[in-house]
């Protein structure tokens, strides 16, 4: 059923099946003795930062700026955009060359062999619908990747699908996953901005959960063995995914913490939506996390959006929330570097990775042994379990 009304609506094809490859690039990439770097704009980035970060010489950052400033204001550099570079193979802090693509293709190049001048290039920015089935044999993250999918749609579906499936516990093995998705493509392979999510179906435990996108900013509806259950919506519709979870070094502390979410780079103001159905049981200050609001969407799922500039008007605890619904805006608040939505999925309690796959399922008895014994022992003995420090940038 869902499958047929994708056919009408001209997502997907009466004749193409669900696992066709994207045609061949016809473009072929020229070899060089010498490697290109690529770094994609994040907020708070200047040209100036990025280049002295690769170990660029003060003085060719200098060349450069004032090069492309002649064509291009780079106090507008922004999310999305892409800065590649290569460098001299007798001495990495000269560079040979220099090119920011802008998001709507053109590309901005500098050649240092030659006197030093920004040249326009107008890059065909191809359209394509991309189509994949694959079975999920690991962790979502790494089916993705070896499919040639968007390894940031592990982050996507854990929260479209938050309440429903839990991708650390509840896969055995051999679940088949099929995704449509949208992406921006240039002739060499480079992608502009992020790939869009238009449908995914999962058959997990013996039913089908599928996701079919509407407009740019509605909710996904999510159904069950066809049955509609819910709207479900991304955090930041069309953001960035700049950091996940996972040990990493801290941006403001530079030591190496757990980071316990996902980041999505947005500027401050972006809009911030709840993701599925709950209360508010928190909206306030949090050490480390700023302004936060943590949603119960129920069956011990908690989702939590931090680092907020404001909430929206009228928000508090107790308040009752749809998928969709503004929460707040994104902000830099708290212990972090700059402008961006830190999102947590967390189930008991916990932060959960959305990304890799517990080490082994867990029946509902032995975990909730777990805490069982673990609010037992603090009552009696003062014992805690310590996790790893929270990293809430």
Not at 61 to 85: H, K, M, N, Y
Not at 163 to 177: I, K, P, S, T
Not at 281 to 291: E, N, P
Not at 307 to 321: C, D, I, K, N, P
């Amino acid at each position: 059923m869902i499958f047929r009304t994708l056919l009408l609506a001209g997502i997907v094809s009466a004749t193409a099946p669900l696992h066709a490859q994207p045609p061949a690039e016809t473009a072929t990439k020229a070899r060089s003795a010498v490697s290109v770097s690529r770094h994609e704009v994040v907020p708070g980035d200047t040209l100036d930062e990025i280049l002295s970060d690769a170990g660029i010489a003060a003085e060719t950052r200098i060349e450069a700026a004032l090069a492309i400033d002649d064509v291009f204001d780079l106090s507008t550099l922004s999310p999305g955009q892409v800065l590649r570079w290569s460098v001299s193979a007798n001495d990495p802090a000269r560079l040979e060359r220099l090119s920011l693509l802008t998001l709507d293709g053109i590309d901005i190049v500098l050649d240092f062999d030659k006197p030093l001048a920004a040249a326009l290039v107008r890059t065909e920015v191809r359209r394509r619908d991309r189509r994949e089935t694959f079975e999920i044999d690991g962790s979502l993250y790494e089916a993705l990747a070896a499919n040639d999918a968007p390894e940031s749609f592990a982050v996507d579906l854990a929260a479209l699908l938050a309440g429903q499936v839990d991708f650390r516990r509840d896969l055995v093995g051999r679940e088949r996953l099929a995704l449509i998705w949208r992406e921006d493509a240039l002739p060499d392979g480079t992608l502009m901005a992020e790939p869009t999510l238009s449908y995914a179906r999962l058959e997990l435990g013996g039913h089908i959960f599928e996701l079919v996108a509407g407009p740019a900013d509605r909710p996904f509806i999510l159904f069950k063995d066809g049955t509609p259950v819910r709207q479900t919506a991304r955090p930041v519709p069309g953001a960035r995914l700049s950091s996940v979870f996972g040990k990493r070094r801290h941006p403001v502390l530079g030591v190496q913490r757990l980071h316990t979410g996902v980041d999505y780079a947005a500027e401050t103001g972006t809009p911030v939506m709840a993701t599925g159905t709950g209360k508010v049981i928190f909206a306030g200050t949090m050490r480390g996390y700023g302004r936060t609001i943590d949603i119960d969407h129920g069956g011990g799922v908690v989702t939590r959006y931090a680092h907020l500039s404001r909430f929206a008007s009228g928000l508090a605890a107790e308040s009752e929330v749809s998928a969709g619904d503004r929460i707040g805006s994104v902000g830099a608040t708290g212990l972090v570097s700059g402008p961006n939505l830190h999102y947590e999925v967390r189930i008991d309690g916990r932060p959960t990775d959305p990304m890799r796959k517990a080490p082994q399922a867990r029946s509902m008895v032995a975990r909730s042994a777990d805490r069982f014994l673990l609010v037992a022992g603090r009552a009696v003995t003062g014992f805690f379990i310590r996790q790893d420090p929270e990293d809430r940038g």
